[in-house]
């Protein structure tokens, strides 16, 4: 069982930057590609960045491409998403995700493991 844990939502204006972590018990973490999703208020989830188990190639959704980054340190079990140029429209819950996922590809399908989720408001 893998259980994540989320760090680092709160309220930011817009135009600002958040960093948020992700971090993880186990000795399997390079195994697994992790994801970060979002979900708003009367929205279904979507898909925001993801990235392989060694951190060599990176995916996002097209609303935060060119300004959310992912990445990874698998020495601390930790995976980051850095999100600058902050729009309202970010507003949402943030939920890490893991899943068993040995390509370099784009992770398809469902995800195994969920965290809790941490909420990022971006006020106007």
């Known amino acids: 069982q893998v259980q994540l844990v989320e760090s680092g939502g709160g309220l930011v204006q817009a135009g600002g930057s958040l960093k948020l972590s992700c971090g993880t018990s186990?000795?399997?973490?390079?195994?697994?590609?992790m994801g970060w999703f979002r979900q708003a208020p009367g929205k279904e989830r979507e898909f925001v960045a993801a990235?392989?188990?060694?951190?060599?190639?990176?995916y996002y959704g097209d609303s935060v491409k060119e300004r959310f980054t992912i990445s990874r340190d698998n020495a601390k079990n930790t995976v980051y998403l850095q999100m600058n140029s902050l729009k309202p429209e970010d507003t949402a819950v943030y939920s890490c995700?893991?899943?068993?996922?040995?390509?370099?590809?784009?992770?398809?399908?469902?995800?195994?493991?969920w965290g809790q989720g941490t909420q990022v408001t971006v006020s106007s």
């Open positions: 186990g000795r399997t973490f390079s195994s697994y590609a």
């Open positions: 990235i392989t188990r060694y951190g060599g190639y990176t």
């Open positions: 995700a893991a899943k068993i996922w040995l390509s370099i590809t784009q992770p398809s399908g469902a995800w195994d493991y």
